[in-house]
């Protein structure tokens, strides 16, 4: 079991540009999220997949933002036409299938984003 | 809605000293609550967990009880270290709301030889 990995862990671009992150879950978890946390702030929840489902989107995951998981095991983020307020560190987290109330999640390094 | 308040930080100590931080809540549902942990360059680590009133979560010396009447989940340690130094996040998990963790703002932690 290595964790969740993301990549790249660094990503600067210019507005406008478009930009993909990666994450890889563990291997055994069925449940993915995205997260983004700006600087001096908890991290906002963006999105999760069950499998390859995608079954909940935060209002803060504009239509610029999409994201995929089509084998149910990665999955990718995907901003269109960056802007600056987009600067943030990205996210992932994994997790199984909880019983009631547990939903423990384990969180991945993060993309840091910058839109210069 | 859901929400975390946690106390603002930075928090300073000197080694050895006692550590509180204290976390408020607000949740429809049964919540569970998290203690993450994150570390200068690192990610985000569940420190504790608690599923239901009156649970004691602990590991690593931290300890922090779900109370209900007082909707609070405050993190202790008796004797904090350098390595403590870090930034610590209160989290809450609902039952309607299986998608996603609420997470407060963070309380740095820094801890001085």
């Known amino acids: 079991d290595t964790g969740v990995s993301q990549n790249p862990r660094h990503k600067i671009t210019k507005r406008g540009q478009n930009v993909t992150f990666r994450c890889d879950p563990i291997s055994e978890h069925n449940r993915l999220y995205w997260y983004r946390q700006t600087l001096g702030q908890g991290p906002e929840f963006l999105t999760y997949?069950?499998?390859?489902?995608?079954?909940?989107k935060s209002r803060l995951l504009s239509d610029r933002f999409s994201a995929e998981r089509p084998k149910g095991s990665f999955s990718t983020l995907e901003i269109q036409r960056t802007e600056q307020g987009d600067s943030a560190m990205y996210l992932c987290?994994?997790?199984?299938?909880?019983?009631?109330?547990?939903?423990?999640?384990?969180f991945g390094p993060g993309t840091r984003l910058t839109v210069l | 809605g859901n929400s975390v308040t946690q106390m603002e930080g930075p928090v300073t100590l000197s080694e050895e000293a006692f550590l509180t931080i204290n976390c408020t809540y607000t949740?429809?549902?049964?919540?569970?609550l998290f203690w993450y942990v994150q570390y200068p360059g690192e990610g985000l680590q569940l420190l504790l967990k608690?599923?239901?009133?009156?649970d004691k979560g602990s590991n690593k010396g931290f300890e922090a009880t779900y109370r209900k009447e007082t909707t609070s989940f405050h993190l202790e340690k008796g004797s904090v270290q350098v390595s403590d130094s870090a930034v610590y996040f209160c989290?809450?998990?609902?039952?309607?709301?299986?998608?996603?963790?609420?997470f407060g703002a963070g309380t740095q932690v820094v801890v001085t030889p």
């Open positions: 949740a429809t549902g049964y919540p569970s």
């Open positions: 997949f069950q499998n390859e489902a995608q079954l909940e």
């Open positions: 989290a809450l998990g609902t039952t309607d709301s299986w998608g996603k963790l609420q």
């Open positions: 987290a994994s997790s199984l299938v909880a019983l009631a109330g547990n939903n423990e999640q384990f």
């Open positions: 608690a599923t239901k009133a009156d």
